[in-house]
């Protein structure tokens, strides 16, 4: 598979329409990119919630059958990559409780940094857990809190948590959204006639045809219920840090997030890009699809013209036969396939979004060599990635980070191309158009806003010097 960063998750809610749980499903199908272990849907129809949750794409999980026992007019719904906790049927959500306070549905896009502490002291109060996610915490928080109301109980057991964390709890009469004071993952609130809609990405509001009012701000907790709409805001303030990679490669091109066109900012990047990086080439070849809008900045920036040299297999499922006679870099060829009308004989400045290990970018390098390219100069539309995620991407460690134990340098031979160059930190941040200083850069400084669990600090800390585990086969 293509040696990315794994996408997090999705989440989407919907209070006030008839066709709660079909909107959800729309809306999850718009959010497939942000998770696609497992999904799920709860629908309250004001007195009992009802749940339907599978491993897999949306499409495949839901049909008309699956969907009609999930009935009433507010739902909630989760698309998942396995960021904490590992892919199995239990760990899909939203999860659905029981407890004193009554029924309530929960699911959750972010990383929480405190989640073994919390999990050790509930558990030596005697909370036993079902899942191996994070997100359940929420709930026994939630169960065990002495507060009279429900919203006041959902509130103390979301400022007991540290890190990332955007939000959506579904009562039988009532949608909570939270999103945390850093605001680390996007969360937009969208109207569809007098029906309230939450979503991780504008592009779920587009598909259903909801309209984008503005993002749930970080620390604010929103409650949508009978009276409509109302706006807390009970944590305490804290340096903004939305996640940068969001704009980088996770979200999809045609939403906001964090108030900013997705496509325009990858756009600025490969502009800064060719700025920053300019060599004398014939085309600029995007890597599909993360890499088209920054190569599109680069053309415009340099001038030299685009076009897709490597066509994207997008119905590659989740797994594919091989032949016994095994085919070589099969799992990219898989998914990329040159056109060498394109490349053969030409100078390629060949745009990606990111480096992490190394071994996609070697493989298609050597693809590109393959079909004909005389010269084949890579260009990354960020600084190098030298730090792990800790708030809800799924990053290998640092050691396994090829740009944390290597020089550039090193990194160009390793991949073998003709030049390499990253665009620069300076560059990334002119990008964003507004508020350079609201984010989150740590997976390109080490410089971490929240404070990550121990044992991972130890590792982080290894000098550069002593990491053995990645080695490059020359
Ligand atoms: S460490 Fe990187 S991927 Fe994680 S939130 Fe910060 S910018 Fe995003």
């Not at 592009?203 to 907790?221: K, N, Q, S, W």
Request: overall charge neutral.
């Amino acid at each position: 598979m293509l040696d990315k960063f794994k996408d997090e998750c999705g989440v989407f809610g919907v209070y006030g329409n008839a066709e709660a749980s079909k909107l959800a499903y729309l809306g999850l199908y718009a959010l497939q990119h942000r998770g696609q272990e497992s999904g799920g849907i709860v629908a309250s129809d004001g007195g009992t919630l009802r749940a339907a949750r599978g491993m897999g794409y949306v499409a495949d999980i839901f049909d008309e059958q699956t969907l009609a026992p999930l009935v009433g007019t507010s739902a909630i719904g989760h698309v998942r990559y396995s960021t904490a906790g590992e892919s199995r049927l239990t760990n899909a959500q939203p999860i659905l409780i029981d407890c004193v306070h009554g029924q309530i549905a929960v699911c959750h896009n972010g990383n929480l940094v405190n989640e073994r502490e919390l999990k050790d002291w509930l558990s030596s109060q005697g909370a036993i857990f079902q899942t191996s996610s994070d997100t359940e915490v929420f709930l026994h928080l939630y169960a065990r809190s002495q507060a009279a109301h429900a919203e006041d109980a959902l509130i103390e057991a979301a400022s007991q948590a540290q890190g990332a964390f955007s939000l959506l709890f579904l009562l039988k009469d009532r949608l909570v959204a939270v999103r945390d004071p850093h605001g680390f993952r996007p969360m937009a609130l969208g109207r569809l006639g007098d029906a309230w809609v939450v979503c991780s990405e504008t592009c779920a509001l587009d598909l259903i045809g909801a309209t984008y009012e503005r993002d749930v701000e970080p620390g604010e907790v929103l409650i949508i219920g009978p009276d409509g709409l109302r706006s807390v805001r009970p944590f305490p303030r804290a340096a903004l840090s939305h996640c940068i990679f969001e704009h980088v490669y996770f979200a999809r091109p045609d939403s906001l997030v964090f108030g900013e066109s997705v496509n325009q900012v990858r756009t600025n990047l490969g502009r800064y890009l060719a700025r920053e990086s300019r060599v004398a080439a014939d085309v600029v070849v995007p890597v599909p699809d993360s890499g088209v809008c920054a190569a599109v900045g680069y053309s415009e920036g340099s001038g030299i013209p685009l076009q897709f040299g490597l066509i994207r297999n997008h119905y590659v499922g989740r797994t594919f036969i091989e032949p016994q006679q095994s085919i070589r870099h099969f799992g990219v060829k898989v998914k990329l396939n040159p056109v060498r009308s394109i490349l053969q004989g030409r100078r390629v400045v060949l745009i990606d979004d990111s480096i992490v290990r190394g071994t996609t970018s070697r493989k298609i390098v050597k693809m590109i060599k393959a079909a004909g390219a005389k010269e084949v100069h890579v260009r990354i539309s960020c600084p190098p990635t030298v730090s792990p995620c800790f708030y809800g991407i799924d990053t290998p460690r640092r050691n396994d980070l090829i740009a944390a134990t290597h020089t550039i340098d090193e990194v160009r031979k390793y991949i073998d191309a003709d030049s390499l160059q990253y665009l620069s930190m300076e560059g990334l941040l002119q990008s964003v158009n507004s508020h350079r200083e609201r984010y989150c850069t740590s997976c390109y400084t080490g410089r971490y806003p929240v404070p990550f669990p121990r044992d991972e600090a130890a590792f982080l800390q290894l000098p550069l010097g002593l990491d053995t585990r990645t080695q490059i086969d020359r």
